[in-house]
């Protein structure tokens, strides 16, 4: 069984995630979602890992604010892909985590989204296209779903547009 893990550093992190776990829910998309932090509870993180990949994590999304470093030390053990998500908040509102998640050495990536509810969401579009390089069926949910974004933004200009 294949699926995606989504770790979080702590439960604040909550309310911004629940955008990527709605996205794998609209896409009938598998996952797992979980608290565990890469500094107060570094043994769980590690385990839960190692757990997870031999259940068929393929992909793992890490979502960490402030010194975000949960992204870093998954991608240190495991070569499936990892996607980094910054959490605002704290004293930089997020700058910190954005920083600390994307500025990994060479040879370590961590593909890392933005901050806020967007980046949540790209986070789980980012997992389904690794996914659906090997899952036709997704692969065609992704293009559909761009055929109707694409048709939203000419609905939404009809309603304000003005042209001379
Ligand atoms: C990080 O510290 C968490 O991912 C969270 O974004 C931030 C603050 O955590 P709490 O103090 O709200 O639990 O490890």
Redesign the pocket.
């Known amino acids: 069984m294949k699926f995606v893990s989504i770790i979080?550093?702590?439960?604040?992190?909550y309310e911004i995630m629940k955008n990527c776990s709605d996205t794998f829910e609209k896409f009938n998309v598998k996952y797992e979602m979980i608290i565990s932090?890469?500094?107060?509870s570094p043994t769980r993180t590690k385990n839960y890992m190692k757990e997870a990949e031999e259940k068929g994590a393929v992909v793992f999304i890490a979502?960490?604010?402030?010194?975000?470093h949960?992204a870093g030390a998954l991608a240190a053990s495991t070569t499936k892909p990892v996607i980094g998500v910054p959490?605002k908040?704290?004293a930089m509102d997020g700058m910190d985590?954005m920083l600390s998640t994307v500025q990994m050495p060479a040879g370590m990536p961590v593909g890392t989204v933005a901050l806020g509810r967007a980046g949540a969401v790209n986070a789980a579009y980012l997992a389904m296209q690794i996914l659906a390089i090997s899952d036709k069926e997704l692969a065609v949910k992704l293009k559909e779903d761009r055929i109707i974004k694409e048709k939203a933004v000419e609905v939404d200009s009809l309603t304000i547009e003005v042209r001379l």
């Open positions: 979080m550093g702590s439960k604040s992190d932090s890469a500094h107060r979502a960490a604010g402030m010194a975000a949960l959490m908040g704290g985590a």
